[in-house]
Each structure stands twice: as structure tokens, then as C-alpha cells.
């Protein structure tokens, strides 16, 4: 079994997110951000208010999906960053 195939495995498939979650993702392609800057982008993005309820459990699904990793900045503050998967 290949690397990709093994990583395939672990993570759910691209095609499996959400275009939410999608988005959040190339989002964070780009560099890593804290959850305010996700926020903002994806509000410029869909001309609307997100809503923190849809944001925040997403990010933690793509943590937990291995796709995103989160780190601390701060008491109050996390890092989301892409991962190699």
C-alpha cells in the first residue's frame, strides 16, 4: 500500500467534506490562520455573517478527520494549519 493510500484511509475523502469544509480549506491553503481570520474570509466569501456554531465544530471535524491541525497562540486563541494528509 502506497503513503497516499494509507493517508487516504485515515482522513476522510475530499469528496466526503463539505463545501463548507472545503472552503475552509483552501482557506487555509494559503497560510495558517486563527478562527477570527477563517471567519472573516469565509464571510467574504459568501457575503453573510458565519455563524460561530458553523464554524468552530467544522474546524474540530478537521481536526479530528487529520486534515487540520490546531495549535495555541494564546489562552484564547488557536492556530488552524493545514497537514500534510
Do not use: C, W
Amino acid at each position: 500500500m502506497s503513503e497516499a493510500q494509507t493517508v487516504t484511509d485515515e482522513s476522510r475523502a475530499a469528496s466526503d467534506l463539505t463545501a463548507f469544509q472545503q472552503n475552509i480549506l483552501t482557506i487555509l491553503a494559503e497560510e495558517p490562520m486563527y478562527g477570527l481570520a477563517i471567519k472573516r474570509e469565509l464571510e467574504a466569501y459568501y457575503g453573510s455573517e458565519v455563524n460561530h456554531g458553523r464554524l468552530y465544530p467544522n474546524l474540530d471535524d478537521l481536526v479530528d478527520d487529520g486534515l487540520v491541525e490546531k495549535s495555541e497562540l494564546d489562552k484564547r486563541t488557536n492556530q488552524y494549519e493545514l497537514t500534510e494528509a
